[in-house]
């Protein structure tokens, strides 16, 4: 699958504990099954004693194709990056009745979530 290119616009959440928690709102599209959809989703990250960050995104994401709508949730782990981005590594899965995503469904999916400072982001299953 190729890469979706995506936009995502942050805001810090009440933290939990001395910790901060963040909010990303995602609009972006790109190639999914060989289909071109549009992607949008929301996802939520804690930062970790050690710095590191664990992200979730339970079932707040859509995909948007031609003959309908796959939903996902995803979950990862990374951290920021020296120029204020992120990375993230984890995995997604798919719940479709779209004919053209259905070969998404019961699958557990690898996938890497990179923000650069800008908040362009890129998403890659």
């Known amino acids: 699958m190729g890469p979706m290119a995506c936009t995502a616009a942050n ?5 939990q ?6 909010e990303a709102a995602v609009q972006g599209g790109g ?3 060989g289909v ?19 992200g979730e995104l339970p079932n707040l994401g859509i995909v948007i194709a031609a003959d309908g709508v796959a939903t996902f949730r995803a979950t990862g782990s990374g951290g920021m990056t020296e120029d204020g981005g992120s990375k993230f590594r984890g995995a997604c899965y798919f ?11 019961s ?3 690898i996938d890497e979530w990179d ?3 800008s908040g362009n982001a890129k998403w890659e299953i």
Do not use: I
């Open 95 to 105: 719940e479709t009745t779209a004919f053209s995503l259905m070969s998404q469904n």
């Open 36 to 54: 071109q959809v549009k992607k949008m989703s929301t996802y939520y990250a804690e930062m970790r004693a050690d710095g590191s960050m664990y």
């Open 11 to 15: 805001k810090v959440l009440p933290t």
């Open 31 to 33: 190639t999914l099954a």
């Open 115 to 117: 923000v650069d400072s």
């Open 17 to 22: 504990g001395t910790f901060p928690k963040f």
């Open 107 to 109: 699958k557990a999916m």
